[in-house]
């Protein structure tokens, strides 16, 4: 039927990444979707970022993905989540309107030159002497490639439950994808059963918001793309409510109805994610859980009870939100339910996140046993770039763990693997003080530019925006202040008053004082964005912390500088015990360092092999 560079399968939103990514860095792409309404299809919540999430999309933003601009373009409700606590930490989230979010994504990629969006079922691969050279539609179709990548999502395998209802089904009610499944297994990838769930919609006017606390969101809206200065909207609250101790007798009472507890389900679920009747089970001593009501949508009345997935029958369903202060008069329009679907051992991918038995195949989202909408981005992109430079023979683009939270991300789950569902946190980055979702340009769009993929226009944007805040960092550093004129200034916000004329930058090291506070003293400033000066104060306050984690990185790269060969022989190394010679040659990493975070190679191992490594380079 047709032959092309690269084919993706599935047009989720690690798809629509992987598949935009290897078109604008020239590779002729075909991407196939077993339905195009399923197109960065929002099956579960409603929103983009949160919580660790923010830095991917940001981060996708800086080398050029899409994510970012479409969730700017669609947004009803902005807020800056962490505020309380330091820059590191700070996560934008923004409630989409989901179909729109679909409607953009869906035009971008139909408007992308090298892209061809088609809608089809692969059934199956071409594999030709241990490489992927293209697939096989349920219609008998095929189509060629060099290489193949596969987002599938929740879709393979996908096995829907609502109580005793069990039936075959991929996520929001459309078609699953069972014979691709299959085939897979017949090929010998290593696959597993992963669980997730979604929690019911009701119809807004039949909730009750004067029972429920309002939450609005942020005055000023920060956008998510590097392209954006700044973003006006008509934002649409959400809502507070709890569950409470009747909610509860309610799901106990049906604790044997449930497909989670009744057996029915074989996958594991998202540890971070509980369903209700799992929270109320695991945490019985808790008198209450929070949920929240979210908009869909601009455009339509349903509404998203976030924090309440469940595998219950719906009349159980039915019966415990009603007991919900707010929700007494709900009315369900989509019951909740858990989905059950394959993915991939993601330990047997490389770090490129090709697979390590079949050439030129790439995995990416949930199929590597990721969850979230920007887990399942972030791969995408990365699977997209590194398809396209395969085909180029070029190095693979490899993000390490001390450069980005996307690098944290593919390193958990090629090295270490997981047994659930995988979620980034920030707690899961060692530098996160580095990795903060404010400079995610600065450091990544360098990077895009050089593999291709930031185009002239966000670099340009990117070198002025980089030459103004370090010209008035340095000029902040020169600039001179008297006490008399800055005292004042310091006194109002309750900072202790200066005896001697100092650097106006060390005024701006003090917590509670702002680059705007001192406008009044500082005739010379430039006009900077929003964005610059919080980039410009957090690298200021922070700066001896920083330079402190730049040290602990500088460690860290010393081992992940240390190359190793993929055909070396752990065998051969005395004094490794028999686990470590078993994982080392199984997973042959590509550096020390890598080699230090695999499951069951201890630090003592790391210390032999470098002792033997000192000695071959001495040999030498």
Known sequence: MGTYDIIVVGAGHAGCEAGLAAARMGKRTLMLSINLEAVAMMACNPSIGGTGKGHLVREIDALGGEMGLNIDKTFIQSRMLNTAKGPAVHSLRAQADK????????????????????????????????????????TGAEYRAKAVILAT???????????????????????????????LREYGLPMRRF????????????????????????????????????????????????????????IRKNFHRSALFGGQIEGVGPRYCPSIEDKVNRFADRKRHQLFVEPEGRYTDEMYIQGMSSSLPEDVQEEFYKTIEGLENLKIVRPAYAIEYDCIDPLDLQINLENRSIENLFC????????????????????????????????????DRSEAYIGVLIDDLV??????????????????????????????????????????????KFLEKKEVVEKETARLKRKVVQPEDVNPILESKGSTP???????????????????????????????????????????????????????IEKFKRLENRK??????YSRIDGLRIE??????????????????ISGVSPADINVLLIYLEKEKRSK
């Open 364 to 399: 990416s989202g949930q199929f590597n046993g990721s969850s979230g909408y920007e887990e399942a981005a972030a791969q995408g992109l990365m699977a997209g770039i590194n398809a396209a430079l395969k085909l180029d023979e070029k190095e693979p683009f490899v993000l």
């Open 99 to 138: 179909n729109q979010y679909h409607i953009e994504m869906k035009k971008t990629l139909e408007k992308e030159p090298l892209l061809d969006l088609k809608q089809g079922e692969v059934i199956d691969l071409i594999i030709e002497d241990g490489k992927a050279c293209g697939v096989v539609l349920r």
């Open 415 to 460: 090295t270490k693997g997981t047994n659930e569902p995988y979620r980034i946190m920030t707690s899961r980055a060692e530098y996160r003080l580095v990795l903060r979702q404010d400079n995610a340009d600065l450091r990544l769009t360098e990077k895009g530019h050089e593999i291709g993929l930031v185009k002239e226009e966000r670099y340009d």
């Open 195 to 250: 669980k997730t769930g979604t929690p019911a919609r009701a119809l807004a006017d039949s909730l009750d918001y004067d029972r429920m606390t309002e939450q609005k969101g942020d005055p000023e809206i920060v956008p998510f793309s590097f392209m954006n200065d700044e973003l006006e909207c008509d934002q649409i609250s959400c809502w507070l409510t709890y569950t409470n101790e009747t909610t509860h007798d309610v």
């Open 153 to 183: 999502g929740t879709f393979l395998g996908g096995k829907i439950f609502i109580g005793d209802s069990v039936f075959e089904s991929g996520p929001n009610g459309m078609a699953p994808s069972t014979e691709l499944a299959v085939k």
């Open 498 to 552: 200066v005896k001697t004329a100092l650097p106006l930058i060390e005024v701006m090291r003090r917590p509670e004082i702002t680059y705007d506070d001192v406008a009044s003293i500082d005739d010379a400033r430039p006009v900077l964005s929003r964005h610059q000066k919080t980039m410009m104060e957090v690298a200021i306050k922070y700066e001896g912390y920083i330079q402190k984690q730049q040290q602990q």
């Open 580 to 597: 470590a010679r078993q994982k080392l040659n199984q997973f042959k990493p590509l550096s020390v360092g890598q080699a230090s975070r």
């Open 564 to 569: 190793l060969r993929e055909d070396f022989d």
